[in-house]
């Protein structure tokens, strides 16, 4: 864009947003379906939220309501957004995801797992993976499924596509927030990419993978060098030094205790609280495109705590075993 996108570009869509903030599953809400009756009930106060009628309640159900909500909230933002590149940032996240789709089920059996949720609608994707014409993509997106594909025929290891295609992701994320100019935004992806590889080095001690593995599992864009911590990663070494100071300080001493034969969810939940407490810094803000990056990561945190209760009321599981499963909430 050539003309600066200002805070004040931003002041209709912040009210809007701001409105919308209390029609979310917020902690009276999770409570709530927590102590429901049944999982019919519990359904019904995600209907509350925009998630439309459950005719039915079940696991496939509930899935096909999420991907809808996610599809239409983001297209609804991409239309209002004064600057769509801070949409589009998030939005590339269901790229990727798609492209994994794709590649590992070689095109043919995973559409049902395809999302509407990003830049590229999925029947494109799916085109352009069958004809192996990407010119229509964005140019990163085409290089890492080429790569990816290629990668998995060579090779037959489906982990090494995801690799590819995880290091490419993280890659346009950073370069779409700083397109933007957004501090905040950039900052965001950066403490993503520290969480997504605090967590790789931690699976990685615990399965005993070696150095060439754990270089190859780490993306770009964080604030911890991927040297040093692939160097620990290999050698079994504890990782909470690397993050002293950090915002995921606690999360990485929580990381070293799941190496050493803790619990592995209260290592995962350390991390996504960690993310959820950076986005908790802009409450506050009354407009700008922090706004925006705050309603879309609260809108995500949204959709995984929708999964994680109801489909344990559909489980039958103890309301307490749930709440342990619960990451922190924005709203």
Do not use: W
Request: aromatic letters at 6%; hydrophobic letters at 40%; one cysteine or more.
């Amino acid at each position: 864009m050539s003309k600066k996108v200002k805070d004040t570009d931003y002041l209709y869509l912040s009210t809007y947003l701001r409105a919308q903030e209390p029609k979310m599953l917020g902690r009276d809400r999770i409570e709530r379906m927590l102590t429901a009756k049944t999982a019919a009930d519990a359904a019904r106060i995600l209907e509350e939220c925009g998630y439309g009628t459950f005719e039915t309640v079940t696991a496939s159900v509930l899935e096909e309501k999420i991907a809808a909500r996610r599809a239409a909230v983001m297209e609804d933002l991409a239309r209002l957004a004064p600057d769509v590149r801070v949409v589009d940032a998030f939005r590339v996240r269901y790229d990727y995801h798609n492209a994994k789709v794709l590649v590992k089920s070689g095109g043919t059996r995973g559409q049902a797992l395809l999302s509407s949720a990003g830049r590229v609608p999925p029947q494109q994707m799916e085109e352009a993976f069958s004809t192996g014409s990407f010119a229509g993509l964005p140019q990163p997106l085409a290089a890492a499924m080429c790569d990816a594909r290629d990668t998995l025929a060579r090779s037959g290891d489906p982990q090494l596509a995801d690799f590819i295609l995880d290091k490419a992701y993280f890659e346009e994320f950073l370069k779409l927030a700083q397109a933007c100019g957004s501090t905040f935004l950039e900052g965001y992806v950066r403490l993503s990419a520290d969480c997504a590889n605090l967590k790789s080095a931690v699976r990685a001690q615990r399965m005993g993978k070696d150095a060439a593995f754990c270089r190859k599992a780490l993306v770009p864009a964080g604030t911890v060098d991927c040297g040093r911590l692939a160097g620990r990663m290999a050698a079994r070494e504890p990782l909470a030094p690397l993050f002293d100071g950090t915002r995921l300080s606690a999360a990485a001493r929580a990381g070293d205790e799941a190496v050493a034969g803790g619990r592995l969810t209260e290592f995962e939940r350390a991390c996504d609280n960690a993310q959820v407490e950076y986005l908790r810094a802009a409450k506050l803000t009354g407009f700008g495109e922090k706004v925006l990056v705050c309603f879309i990561c609260a809108l995500e945190n949204e959709l995984s705590t929708a999964r994680i209760v109801l489909t344990g009321r559909i489980g039958g599981l103890d309301k307490h075993v749930i709440r342990e499963r619960l990451r922190e909430s924005y709203v």
